[in-house]
């Protein structure tokens, strides 16, 4: 029986909250260590280890865990970094191949058996990135235009009848500033969050009708229950990935937009 199948269970009994809070790892340790930490930092070293394998003795023919590491690389600097960063790509490649793959796999970590928990769909990881990615953002567009440059040509885009920039200018403020690091910290935090419960959820179906309660017509519901668990696994893969690829873009188009005020 999974993990998930056994919060699934509760979640009959406990809605809410029991399928995200982890107590700490054992008695008597911090707070702060729990599950989603430490698999945060089996992660991290998990990409570590994948991008040694991968890139630091490359060859001339690519074979094995460096030609996986180059699909990878491409996918990221074709897809991702030139569209927003053109001859600035390669030099904000390692930033951005790390914080994909890195996302992914914690992404990954909620369908994969014995983990089962995303580690995004606690706000404090999405947070930490966002704020990352916006302090370099903010650093980025001082140091290239200029303090006064950068806000002026943030908060009062050329071109417009000065009468607009008294609502445009508090708006292109809030926008940046506020309302964007926020909208790129929940989008990833929300569709892991959102996944997860609704894979418990079916997953409690299913176990419920075809163990707990057992009858003919809940019998039909278990079976329901577990392919519909089997299918949303499917689908919130797919979401797992391209919430990854969707928050290393806005990164990418963050950074660059400091680094080209043009754009």
Known sequence: MTPLVLVAEDAFTA??????????LYEGAPTWLTKPVLFAIVGALLVSALAWSAFANPKLVPRGMQNVGEMGYQFVRDQVARPFLGKDAERWMPLLLSLFFLILLWNFFGVIPLIQIPIASHIAFPIVFAVTIYIIKIYLGIKHQGFGGYFKNMMFPPGLPKAIYVLLAPIEFLSNLIIAPFTHAVRLFANMFA??????FFSAVGFWFLFEKLTPLGSGLGVVGVLMTIAMTGFEMFIQFLQAFLFTLLAAMYIGGSLHADH
């Open 195 to 200: 996944g997860h419960l609704i894979l418990a």
């Open 15 to 24: 809605p809410g909250p029991s399928i995200f809070d982890f107590p700490p």
